[in-house]
């Protein structure tokens, strides 16, 4: 049985449309209507480019269904054929949720923190599951902007403005995937 081409995501995807294909083929998955394969086929087609990439963490790492909490084989085998966009994507995935988690604790809004803690788990639980060196340099560029306040996510934490203890909260969120 091969996917449907519906499931599969061209090299010119957009953001928004690997939001819709994402969203499409998280409700096969929890149909239980695809094989591993056609999973594997379906999220390498998402992870291979930076659009895709983007849309298939922000909808599946976001998603209220329990799929990224224990994550299929299929997903995990096409995460690690594209470990350079998957890795960064995951790393900065989870140092902004964590810092959102302190932004919504801040506004007394309970119930976003409680969703930006589970997209911080699902990226943690990604990291650590998936191995990937590359995932483990990016961690530890990213500890080392936040001890020196320079190198490569100096830019990233200016851009969105983090305070100390956001900053902290990353930290910790970090540490904690790769040791």
């Not at 594209?82 to 890795?87: G, N, T, Y």
């Not at 997209?119 to 990213?142: D, F, K, N, W, Y």
């Not at 490569?152 to 203890?165: I, K, P, S, T, V």
Request: hydrophobic fraction near 40%; proline fraction near 3%; charge should be negative.
């Amino acid at each position: 049985m091969s996917i449907p081409s519906s499931l599969l995501a061209s090299e010119s995807i957009t953001f928004e449309g690997a939001i819709e294909l994402t969203q499409s083929l998280l409700s096969e998955m929890a149909a239980d209507r695809l094989s591993q394969g056609e999973i594997q086929q379906a999220v390498a087609s998402l992870v291979k480019t930076q659009n895709g990439a983007r849309g298939f963490f922000v909808t599946y790492l976001t998603d209220d269904r329990p799929l990224a909490d224990q994550p299929s084989p299929g997903v995990l085998d096409a995460l690690r054929e594209a470990p350079e966009i998957v890795a960064e994507l995951l790393v900065k995935n989870l140092a902004m949720s964590a810092a959102m988690v302190v932004h919504h604790l801040r506004h007394q809004s309970e119930e976003m923190a409680a969703g930006s803690a589970r997209v911080q788990g699902r990226s943690r639980h990604l990291i650590q599951t998936l191995q990937l060196p590359v995932c483990q340099t990016l961690a530890e560029q990213m500890l080392e902007s936040l001890r020196n306040g320079e190198g490569e996510y100096e830019a990233f934490f200016q851009r969105w403005g983090y305070d100390g203890e956001q900053k902290d909260a990353i930290g910790s969120a970090v540490r904690e995937a790769i040791e």
